[in-house]
């Protein structure tokens, strides 16, 4: 899909090169400083997932949400996955690494959904955008949501 | 530069701060260490072309282009098609904040940036193979069937709990940004 979205840029930006240089020169320093007002946000969150990363491995998650964990595993499930942020292609490896050493459906629903829609370490990233009070409640709407997800999953496809 | 150092403030801290906790727990410290690396690499690979497509849309796209199509009164098709802007990136969600920022300057509904905002979150097509891929396509499916619309109930519900003014608020600091 980053190839997708290179190709789109590559070709809408060649477009619009010849059409306008000046506007594509304005283009660029647009582009630049969009991505330089939130660069300082950016490096503090790799770094703080670096650390967090080189502390919670999966096998401290499957720990934490472990065949009988039941609701309670569920809700450290949806804890972990809001305040750890793992990039997608780690997250679902994990997610069914997870499955196979015992873990719950629900439990690993509520980890996926809440890794996804919950950003803890993000918040001051999103503030800055929306605003503190609006980031609280959309998080902590999608937080609430994730239960609702983890039921329906462990419903359907853990056939609870 | 002191204003470069002031903004910077907080990353050499975390700099700092991981280097201190390589000095205490070498192996982990250099575990975090990879990891940023890795994060940084795919930070570098993911971005230019989002970012890039943001300066194409805020300098080429007029604002009642952006107003017509997911405008106020832009209804259905307004929610449709921030479902698909959004499921179609890629990289982490940090990445779609400064997209919404322009959305805002152009006049999207409010509602619909919080839309976009959700589907970027969970919906995004890239990962849903690689969910697929990795957890089964009934869990991903159930997933996605849940999500679509419960990303519009949260932004409908969100998009009324902040009062107009707030919201105008919001809209003014995102013209500042860009």
């Known amino acids: 899909m980053a190839e997708f979205l290179y190709i789109a840029a590559a070709v809408l930006f060649a477009l619009s090169f010849f059409k306008d240089r000046k506007k594509t020169g304005m283009v660029l320093k647009k582009a630049w400083k969009a991505f330089e007002h939130i660069l300082p946000e950016f490096l503090v969150i790799i770094l703080l997932v670096g650390v967090m990363m080189a502390l919670i491995n999966p096998e401290v998650i499957s720990k934490i949400i472990g065949v009988d964990s039941g609701w309670l595993g569920v809700v450290l499930a949806a804890v972990v996955g809001s305040i750890t942020l793992i990039p997608g292609f780690i997250a679902f490896p994990t997610a069914a690494m997870l499955l196979e050493g015992g873990a719950g459906y629900m439990q690993i629903g509520a980890f996926v959904s809440t890794l996804m829609m919950v950003g803890v370490i993000t918040f001051p990233v999103e503030a800055k955008y929306f605003g503190k009070k609006l980031t609280l409640y959309r998080n902590l709407m999608a937080f609430a949501f994730s239960f609702l997800v983890a039921y329906i999953i462990g419903l359907v496809v853990g056939g609870l | ?178």
């Open chain 2, 1 to 178: 530069m002191k204003k470069f150092l002031k903004r910077y403030l907080m990353v050499f801290l975390a700099i700092a701060g991981v280097g201190l906790f390589t000095l205490l727990n070498r192996e982990a410290g250099l575990r975090a260490i990879n990891i940023t690396a890795y994060s940084f690499k795919e930070m570098a690979l993911v971005l230019p072309p989002i970012f890039i497509l943001l300066g194409l849309l805020d300098v080429w796209v007029p604002r009642e282009t952006m107003v017509r199509y997911m405008g106020e009164g832009s209804g259905l098709k307004g929610i449709v098609l921030a479902i698909l802007l959004g499921s179609a990136a890629a990289g982490p969600l940090y990445g779609a904040f400064p997209v919404a920022a322009v959305f805002m300057k152009k006049g999207v509904k409010f509602s619909n940036i919080l839309i976009f905002i959700g589907a970027w979150s969970t919906t995004k097509i890239p990962m849903f193979l690689f969910e697929v891929a990795s957890l089964g396509a009934k869990f991903a499916v159930t997933r996605l069937l849940v999500d679509i619309p419960g990303i519009i109930i949260i932004a409908l519900l969100l998009a009324a709990l902040i009062p107009k003014d707030k919201v105008r608020q919001l809209y003014e600091n995102a013209e500042k940004m860009n």
